[in-house]
């Protein structure tokens, strides 16, 4: 690659992460603290895991952001059957905890996301095969837009545990059509210096046929 096609291409994707974190709804959302956006693939190559977490707010602004972004995903249909709940309430994040005996850190958190996919198409009541794909989507890109915002965020897993599912849908009075699909804790990360993981391998890329 030329130098210059090098910089257009870092160009495209700080103009990708500026609008992921202003919101892609045509109402703006714009971002008004005046921070340099990371660029998009420097966001996606240090997102990681976040399981703890220090104890501090997270302002509203910046989750208002990570829904914007959750909203910004693909969607089969357009069917757009994502719902998302905010939990800051300490009893009930530490209920969120034990219903997932790897959720543990959902404790310690200053709030979790919780996303839910809407098993039926609202306009025409049939069953929408697609909901855990795009609100995997969604939760991918509040992954991101955490790691965007010096956020750290780890997606535990409601679906496809019979059993969770049903402790988080009692715990949060989620109608029975809505389906979590998981707890996604957020705050500020305990360790800022934790790097992801190397999951790049060549092997698994397969010319023309597998
Ligand atoms: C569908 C799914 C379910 C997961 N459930 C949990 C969970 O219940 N508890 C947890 O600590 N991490 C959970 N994770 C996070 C994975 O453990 C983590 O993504 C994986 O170890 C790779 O690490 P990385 O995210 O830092 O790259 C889940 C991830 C996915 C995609």
């Given at each position: 690659m030329t130098k210059s096609a090098a910089m257009k291409s870092v160009n495209v994707a700080a103009v990708a992460a500026a609008a992921l974190l202003a919101g892609c709804s045509q109402d703006g959302g714009r971002q008004s603290d005046g921070e340099q956006p990371k660029d998009a693939l420097s966001v996606i190559a240090e997102r990681t895991s976040v399981r703890r977490y220090e104890n501090r707010e997270v302002p509203d602004e910046a989750v208002e952001k990570l829904l914007r972004a959750a909203m910004c995903a693909p969607t089969a249909v357009n069917l757009q059957p994502w719902e998302f709940i905010v939990v800051k309430d300490k009893t009930t994040l530490a209920q969120l905890a034990a219903a997932n005996r790897y959720g543990g850190m959902i404790a310690q958190a200053p709030l979790a996301i919780v996303v839910c996919g809407d098993t039926?198409?609202?306009?025409?009541?049939?069953?929408?095969?697609?909901w855990m794909l795009d609100c995997s989507a969604a939760t991918e890109n509040i992954l991101l837009a955490a790691t965007a915002q010096g956020l750290g965020a780890v997606w535990t897993a409601a679906y496809p545990h019979e059993d969770r599912i049903a402790a988080v849908r009692k715990i949060l009075s989620i109608?029975?059509?809505?389906?979590?699909?998981c707890v996604v804790p957020v705050g500020?990360?305990?360790?800022?210096t934790a790097r992801p993981k190397?999951?790049?391998?060549?092997?698994k890329i397969h010319k023309e046929r597998f």
């Open positions: 039926l198409q609202e306009a025409s009541g049939q069953p929408n095969k697609w109608p029975e059509r809505y389906v979590p699909l500020y990360p305990a360790d800022p190397d999951k790049w391998r060549p092997s």
